[in-house]
């Protein structure tokens, strides 16, 4: 692995898992520069052209595919260049996993599960505005198939207190990653 590389912290749970509110701790509680980066992030800059996608101008499940190959291809580019990384993401296919595993192969990636149950998920997904019913249950059912992680966390427990689970265990962290033997 070049020293120059980013190191990657990785967080793979379902959607309202509480992935962004552990990101967003960590990135200000860790002693080094990280990058939180997100397939939400890209959403909500307005990346995608949304209003033409909603009216049906354009079809998602043509652009889906090209949206997200984009998105795995460009995290190794960060790494390469240096920067550290927060991932938050959904895996939501073996293709996925077997892409994500190939590009970030060359990279210090801690792989973080978060774990919720169906229960909460579904609460919390009826919450937010922006997130159709029914995709918790759905990863609830994807996200963690065959999955083996450095660290698992249950997304119930405080925020602070996982984000603390993380630094810690990360700080103790060894070679190679769970990510890296999948």
Not at 5 to 31: D, R
Not at 82 to 111: A, C, R
Request: with cysteine.
């Amino acid at each position: 692995m070049h020293q120059k590389y980013g190191k990657i912290i990785f967080l793979n749970g379902a959607s309202s898992s509480g992935k962004t509110s552990i990101a967003q701790l960590l990135q200000q509680k860790i002693e080094e520069p990280f990058w939180h980066i997100s397939i939400d992030h890209l959403r909500d800059a307005g990346v995608l052209p949304l209003g033409r996608i909603r009216s049906g101008e354009f079809k998602w499940s043509e652009l889906r595919d090209s949206f997200f190959s984009g998105f795995h291809h460009s995290l190794p580019q960060y790494a390469e260049a240096g920067n550290n990384l927060i991932i938050e993401h959904i895996i939501e296919t073996k293709e996925w996993k077997e892409l994500l595993i190939e590009l970030l192969k060359p990279f210090d990636v801690y792989f973080v599960g978060l774990h919720c149950t169906l229960d909460e998920l579904e609460r919390r997904e009826k919450l937010r505005p922006n997130r159709p019913i029914g995709d918790a249950r759905k990863d609830f059912e994807n996200a963690h198939l065959h999955m083996r992680y450095d660290l698992e966390i249950d997304s119930m427990r405080p925020v602070e207190e996982n984000v603390d689970l993380i630094l810690s265990s990360w700080r103790q962290r060894s070679s190679p990653s769970a990510f890296n033997q999948l």
